[in-house]
Each structure stands twice: as structure tokens, then as C-alpha cells.
């Protein structure tokens, strides 16, 4: 099925409806967003969240060739509300903070000139340790043992599992974040992560060298400061508490806090962790001093898209090359609008 719709897109650029497409959305602007970038073989493990820093720099190679303006997000949000904007603006965001921004990703967004703004989410930076739930993922993806015991890592667990498709390693991976999550210090949990690893027969040490599944250090944060990125809200824990104003506003003070020592200055836009927001939360955001917030929603935004729900295209080393252009340039859009029509 998917080759057939990038025969259907390849005869669409051929014919010219990209770039139609690029004319007639120029007003509009996009936001592009991206997560991790891979240190060894993590875009083969979740191409959705890490991509590969080639790939990306055939993406800003793309932007530059067709002519895209590719702003600051800020700047671009403070020029709507003066009245324009120039045609044809991108703004690209990263979230989360992984290792691989700051020593792959940041080198090709300066070789292209390009400025963009890292959310970032700000426990595992303060504590140091891999990204639990995704490493044991990536463990459990990763093992050629076939059988586990969970009294191997569990104690009283006395159930034995088949790793015969990865929804079960999937679920065994989340199993074993459940227990985890509940042990008391964070030495214990990464400890937790080793042993796991080491049972199932990774060489992890050699993975913790290179900081896979880890988040940027403090320094690396102050480094990219200094280059120019423009550091914003990912919440602490990347968690926004959807029962209570205070519950809510207390992570954001606690990731603006940490931010705030690290350029500052108050940061002031936000992004929702893994796109999740209510209604609530757009009621309460502006007493937080929240002046934007970004979703995981797909589309191009204008001056009647709300601060708080700006649209993004998640993009990621699953994506072709045709499928980003026919985002970037409006046809997607378009088309969908046409469907809708229809």
C-alpha cells in the first residue's frame, strides 16, 4: 500500500502540485518536529523517535533547495502578532533533550545556519540516568534470548514468558518499567537497567559510554545556550498533571526553574509531553506565564491557530523523502482539505 502512495506523490511532484501546493499555503507556516538522533542503532529500534543525523541533514538540505525560511519560533510568533510573517516560514523544534541532539544534531543545524528550539524535559538531565521505559524496550527489542524467567528480575514472579513477537517483548519491557519505577532511588532503577541488559546478554556498558537512552548533561544545556538554541518547557518529568491547576503549574516551575539556570531568563513556550493536553489545561497554561504551547497535531498554521495548539509534522527516519516534501510543501494539507470536501 505505501508504494503505491509514493508512486501516486512522485507523479504529483513530476507534475508540478508540490510546488502549487508551496504557492498557495505561503502564508501559512509550518513546524517541524524531531526527538532523538541515533548514536548507534536506535532509528532501527523506534525510527519514530531517533533518527539518524544524515537523514536530517538531507531534510535541512531539502528546506534550503526549495526556498523555505526558516525562523526561530519565538521570533516567528512575535512577527504574527505584529502583522506578517515572510512566505514559505518553517520553525523546527526538538523534544525531550536526548544525547544525540548535542553531539549529532546540533553540528548539522549549524552547518546549515539553522536555528531551532529544544524542549526539554528536565528530570533525567538533573539525575543523570537513561530513559527507563525506553531502554528496557530497546533491551528487551535488542536480547536474542528466547525465554525469560521474571524471577530472573522480579522476585515472587514466577511466570515465564516466549519472546516470539515484539508486542510480547513490548509488554515483558513494560512489566519490568512497572517494577522499576517503583524502586526508591534513581541508582537503584539504573542498576535495575543494568542488570537487565547484562542478563540478557547486551554488552551495556558499552551502550552507557556512548549515553544512549540518556538526556544531555547541564553543561551540554549551557553549550547549545551559547550556540544559540533556544531552550523551552518540556515539563520535569515529562508529565503535565491534568487534575489539578497547582499540580500542573508546579511541574512547570520546577522545568522553567532548572531551564532558568541554565540562560537565565523565564521560559515561556511550552510542549505538550507526548501531545497530551485538555481543555483544562488551555484555561489554566496563560496563568503560568505560557505564551505558546506545540501539540502533536499534523496541519500548517496561520494567525487563526490558537498560541496554545500549534500544529506540528512529527517527523522521523520512518518517513520517505516524498512523504516530508509533499508536508512541507502544503500538498498534504491540501489534499486533506480537499477529502474533507469531498
Given at each position: 500500500?505505501?508504494?503505491?502512495?509514493?508512486?501516486?506523490?512522485?507523479?504529483?511532484?513530476?507534475?508540478g502540485?508540490?510546488r502549487?501546493?508551496?504557492?498557495?499555503?505561503?502564508?501559512?507556516?509550518?513546524?517541524?518536529?524531531?526527538?532523538?538522533?541515533?548514536?548507534?542503532?536506535e532509528?532501527e529500534?523506534?525510527?519514530?523517535l531517533f533518527?539518524?543525523?544524515?537523514?536530517?541533514?538531507?531534510?535541512?538540505q531539502?528546506?534550503?533547495?526549495?526556498?523555505?525560511?526558516?525562523?526561530p519560533?519565538?521570533?516567528?510568533?512575535?512577527?504574527?502578532?505584529?502583522g506578517?510573517?515572510?512566505d514559505?516560514?518553517?520553525?523546527?523544534?526538538?523534544?525531550?533533550?536526548?544525547?544525540?541532539?548535542?553531539?549529532?544534531a546540533?553540528p548539522?543545524?549549524?552547518?546549515?545556519?539553522?536555528?531551532?528550539?529544544l524542549?526539554?524535559?528536565?528530570?533525567?538531565v538533573?539525575n543523570?540516568?537513561?530513559?527507563?521505559?525506553?531502554?528496557l524496550?530497546?533491551?528487551?527489542?535488542?536480547?536474542?534470548?528466547?525465554?525469560?524467567?521474571?524471577a530472573?528480575?522480579?522476585?515472587?514472579?514466577?511466570?515465564t514468558?516466549h519472546?516470539?513477537?515484539?508486542?510480547?517483548?513490548?509488554?515483558?519491557?513494560?512489566?519490568?518499567?512497572?517494577?522499576?519505577?517503583?524502586?526508591?532511588?534513581?541508582?537503584?532503577?539504573?542498576?535495575f537497567v543494568?542488570d537487565?541488559?547484562?542478563?540478557?546478554?547486551?554488552?551495556?556498558?558499552?551502550?552507557?559510554?556512548?549515553?544512549m537512552?540518556?538526556?544531555i548533561?547541564?553543561?551540554?544545556?549551557?553549550?547549545?545556550?551559547?550556540?544559540?538554541?533556544?531552550?523551552?518547557?518540556h515539563?520535569?518529568?515529562?508529565?503535565?498533571?491534568?487534575n489539578s491547576?497547582?499540580?500542573?503549574?508546579?511541574?512547570i516551575?520546577e522545568?522553567r526553574a532548572?531551564?532558568?539556570?541554565?540562560?537565565?531568563?523565564?521560559?515561556?513556550?511550552?510542549?505538550y509531553p507526548?501531545?497530551?493536553?485538555?481543555?483544562?489545561?488551555?484555561k489554566?497554561?496563560p496563568?503560568c506565564?505560557?505564551?505558546?504551547?506545540?501539540?502533536?497535531k499534523?496541519g500548517?498554521?496561520d494567525?487563526?491557530?490558537?498560541?496554545?495548539?500549534l500544529?506540528r509534522?512529527?517527523?522521523?527516519?520512518?518517513?520517505?523523502?516524498?512523504?516530508?516534501?509533499a508536508?512541507?510543501?502544503?500538498?498534504?494539507h491540501?489534499?486533506?482539505?480537499?477529502k474533507?470536501g469531498?
Amino acid at each position: 500500500m505505501r508504494q503505491y502512495k509514493l508512486i501516486f506523490l512522485s507523479i504529483c511532484r513530476l507534475l508540478g502540485a508540490f510546488r502549487l501546493a508551496k504557492y498557495l499555503t505561503r502564508k501559512k507556516f509550518r513546524v517541524l518536529c524531531y526527538h532523538g538522533f541515533s548514536l548507534k542503532d536506535e532509528h532501527e529500534f523506534h525510527p519514530q523517535l531517533f533518527m539518524r543525523a544524515e537523514t536530517l541533514a538531507s531534510r535541512l538540505q531539502t528546506l534550503k533547495k526549495e526556498g523555505f525560511n526558516v525562523m526561530p519560533l519565538g521570533e516567528l510568533l512575535k512577527g504574527l502578532e505584529m502583522g506578517g510573517i515572510p512566505d514559505h516560514s518553517v520553525a523546527i523544534t526538538v523534544d525531550d533533550g536526548w544525547k544525540g541532539v548535542h553531539s549529532l544534531a546540533q553540528p548539522v543545524f549549524m552547518k546549515y545556519n539553522m536555528p531551532w528550539m529544544l524542549y526539554l524535559t528536565t528530570y533525567y538531565v538533573e539525575n543523570n540516568i537513561q530513559v527507563i521505559n525506553i531502554a528496557l524496550r530497546y533491551i528487551l527489542w535488542k536480547t536474542v534470548v528466547s525465554e525469560i524467567r521474571m524471577a530472573d528480575f522480579i522476585p515472587n514472579d514466577s511466570r515465564t514468558y516466549h519472546l516470539s513477537t515484539q508486542a510480547m517483548r513490548n509488554e515483558i519491557a513494560d512489566t519490568l518499567y512497572i517494577y522499576c519505577d517503583a524502586l526508591d532511588k534513581v541508582q537503584e532503577r539504573q542498576k535495575f537497567v543494568n542488570d537487565v541488559a547484562d542478563k540478557l546478554g547486551l554488552d551495556w556498558q558499552s551502550c552507557l559510554a556512548i549515553g544512549m537512552f540518556k538526556l544531555i548533561t547541564a553543561d551540554e544545556c549551557r553549550e547549545l545556550h551559547e550556540q544559540q538554541v533556544d531552550i523551552q518547557l518540556h515539563t520535569h518529568r515529562h508529565s503535565l498533571p491534568e487534575n489539578s491547576q497547582v499540580a500542573m503549574a508546579d511541574e512547570i516551575e520546577e522545568n522553567r526553574a532548572f531551564i532558568e539556570q541554565i540562560h537565565g531568563f523565564q521560559a515561556v513556550h511550552l510542549c505538550y509531553p507526548s501531545g497530551r493536553y485538555t481543555q483544562e489545561h488551555l484555561k489554566w497554561l496563560p496563568d503560568c506565564g505560557i505564551n505558546s504551547a506545540t501539540t502533536c497535531k499534523a496541519g500548517l498554521n496561520d494567525t487563526r491557530t490558537p498560541a496554545l495548539e500549534l500544529l506540528r509534522f512529527l517527523d522521523g527516519e520512518h518517513i520517505h523523502p516524498l512523504e516530508f516534501e509533499a508536508e512541507v510543501s502544503g500538498f498534504k494539507h491540501l489534499l486533506q482539505k480537499f477529502k474533507r470536501g469531498l
